[in-house]
């Protein structure tokens, strides 16, 4: 059992997900999906609509993906502002809040993001989906993007 989650975390099949209540609906749709898909998820919650503060569930995750336990995460709450900023203050996360198709290619692409943000009060489920298949299906370009991701990190 372990060597089939190692290599599912290798091969990137194992995804940490995390929400508050202004997006546990959106959570709870794009968790059936990813494991309908193949994949095994970390659900950090919450795990009601009932009022919580987006921290407690994003710190964990976030704190998860900085030290390496999980090399991706999707993070959502009403704005999806409040869980990217708290993901942000860990050193080897770039997450990043995606509100259509187009930038969440991008954050990929130019900035390596390791967690997707999602605003769950302001865009369809459905699209939702399709940012969560592009975000999990796009590789970092790389190249002279490469000195501007490792400058992100950097303490003054």
Not at 24 to 30: G, S
Not at 66 to 90: H, L, P, R, V, W
Not at 110 to 125: C, E, K, S, T, Y
């Amino acid at each position: 059992m372990l060597n089939k989650l190692l290599t599912m975390v290798e091969n990137g099949r194992v995804l940490a997900l995390a929400s508050d209540h202004g997006g546990f609906e959106m959570k709870e749709f794009l968790r059936k999906k990813l494991e309908d898909s193949g994949y095994t998820i970390r659900d950090f919650g919450t795990f009601s609509e009932e009022s919580v503060d987006y921290p407690d569930m994003i710190h964990p995750l976030a704190k998860a993906v900085n030290d390496g336990e999980y090399t991706t995460g999707i993070i959502i709450c009403g704005s999806g502002n409040g869980a990217q900023m708290t993901a942000n203050k860990y050193p080897n996360v770039r997450a990043g809040l995606c509100w259509n198709e187009e930038l969440t290619k991008l954050t990929r692409l130019h900035n390596d993001a390791n967690i997707l943000a999602l605003p769950g009060r302001f865009i369809p489920f459905e699209l939702a989906w399709r940012m969560v298949e592009i975000f999990l299906s796009t590789e970092f370009e790389g190249g002279r993007h490469i000195n501007r991701v490792n400058k992100i990190s950097k303490t003054l």
